[in-house]
Structure formats: C-alpha cells, structure tokens
DNA sequence: AACTCGGGGCA
DNA sequence: TGCCCAGAGTT
C-alpha cells in the first residue's frame, strides 16, 4: 500500500495528465444528472450524452417520465444497453421523487441510493457532482487504478476501496481525485492495455513493474 | 461472490 | 462478427 504522500504525488501527476477533468455527462441540474447518471450504468459516456441531448428536450420534470407510456420511454432511450429496465426505473424514480420528495432530487446519499436505478456509485457522483458534497464515486476505474497503484489492497471490496481513499485523501480532494482517476483509468490505465512504458507513475506503481518484467521476460524469450 | 440484464463502437 | 465498454439488483 502507498503512503499518504505517494498517493498525493499520484493523484498531482494525473492532475498534469488531465487538467481538464470533470464529469463528462450533459446537464443542466440535478434532476437531469440523476437521469443521466442512471442511464449511464454500464454504458460510455459519449453514448449518453447522445440520447440525453434528445431526451432532455422531452422531458424536462419527473411529471413528463411517468405521463408517457413505458413504451414510449422505452423507444426513446432504446439506444442505450439495458433500456427496459432503465426505462422502468426512471419512472419508478421519478414517481418516488414526485410522493417521496415533493419533485425534487434529495441532497442526501443514502436517500438516493433507495430510489431503483441508484447505487452506490450513482448516488456518489450525484451528491459531489450535482451538490458539491464531497465524495468519491468508485467506479471500474476507480477500483482498476486504486488496487494497480496501491491506493487501497487488491482484495478490497468496492465498499472498502471507497473507505480507504477516503481516509487516504483529503476531503476537500475527493471530487476532482475521483474524475482524475476516472481519466486516468479510461484514457490511459487502460483495462486491457495499461499504457506503463509511458507511465509518469511506472516507478510507485508495483503493478507497472511487473508488467514491465514481463513484456521485457517475453521480448528476451521472443529473441 | 456469482450471476443477469444489452446495445453501441470498434477492429 | 466478435470483443470491449462498464453498475445495479438478485440469489
């Protein structure tokens, strides 16, 4: 596991990588982030930003979700992987936010995350993003880059990971570290093709240099 | 902890 | 055409 302060060099490095890093989902308030966000769930960004450009000019209240048929919902948003049941949570949610929580979207993170469609993650990026309430939304890349670094130990839970860069990282930090990390993770700690050999961070990360043994193992071998 | 729910984008 | 993308809910 990296110290507090190898973590913060990590965190500045990415903040050079990508200075420009922010949430990257169309919105103009919190209601249409949570829409956004909740569409997003296994699904790119850029996909959403798609549909929701269309969408947000139909549908502007919780009221207009659940005035149309489920079908009609259904075709609009039919673009998106998993749109049926995306379809029926919106407007489950928005049904809950019109009796619940007299139309609008709660300001708290466990209140969020009973409405269907919101998770942890979603629920996270809500609150920081739409609210400015810190917090660290540990998504994919999140985890990846957490347990490839050692931020956090790599049989840590989702849960866990988000306990421990929170211990591990400022408060006043967690919103623009958790968007650093997602840049990170999706543009250049890649999943499948880790860009290592022109890694700022290559020397802290414990990962990195095994991978690089390997590809120097296998390119010796190759010979 | 493992499984299921999917269409779009790209090679 | 087949792989990659990337959470919530359920059992």
């Known amino acids: 596991m990296l110290t507090k302060q190898q973590i913060r060099y990590c965190l500045d490095k990415m903040g050079e990588m990508f200075p420009n890093a922010h949430c990257e989902l169309v919105h103009r308030n919190p209601f249409e982030l949570l829409i956004a966000v909740v569409?997003?769930?296994?699904?790119?960004?850029?996909?959403?930003?798609?549909?929701?450009?269309?969408?947000?000019?139909?549908?502007?209240?919780?009221?207009?979700?659940?005035?149309?048929?489920?079908?009609?919902?259904?075709?609009?948003?039919?673009?998106?992987?998993?749109?049926?049941?995306?379809?029926?949570?919106?407007?489950?949610?928005?049904?809950?936010?019109?009796?619940?929580?007299?139309?609008?979207v709660p300001k708290d993170r466990d209140e969020l995350m009973k409405l269907p469609g919101v998770g942890r993650k979603t629920a996270n990026v809500v609150v920081s993003v739409a609210f400015g309430i810190p917090a660290i939304a540990?998504?994919?890349?999140?985890?990846?880059?957490?347990?490839?670094?050692?931020?956090?130990?790599?049989?840590?839970?989702?849960?866990?990971?988000?306990?421990?860069?929170?211990?591990?990282?400022?408060?006043?930090?967690?919103?623009?570290?958790?968007?650093?990390?997602?840049?990170f993770g999706r543009y250049h700690c890649k999943a499948q093709s880790p860009q290592c050999h022109v890694c700022p961070l290559l020397d802290l990360c414990r990962e990195g240099k095994k991978r690089m043994r390997k590809r120097d193992e296998n390119s010796a071998g190759a010979k």
């Not at 790599?154 to 591990?168: A, I, N, P, Q, R």
Request: charged share 30%; with cysteine.
């Open 39 to 104: 569409l997003s769930a296994q699904c790119t960004d850029a996909l959403v930003n798609k549909v929701t450009k269309r969408l947000f000019e139909k549908y502007k209240t919780p009221e207009d979700y659940v005035a149309v048929p489920l079908e009609e919902l259904q075709q609009d948003i039919r673009s998106i992987g998993l749109y049926r049941n995306k379809a029926k949570n919106i407007q489950k949610l928005c049904a809950m936010l019109i009796e619940k929580y007299n139309g609008e």
């Open 138 to 183: 540990v998504d994919t890349h999140v985890e990846r880059v957490s347990k490839r670094l050692g931020f956090c130990r790599w049989s840590d839970s989702v849960l866990e990971v988000e306990k421990t860069l929170m211990k591990k990282i400022p408060k006043e930090e967690w919103s623009i570290t958790h968007h650093r990390m997602i840049f």
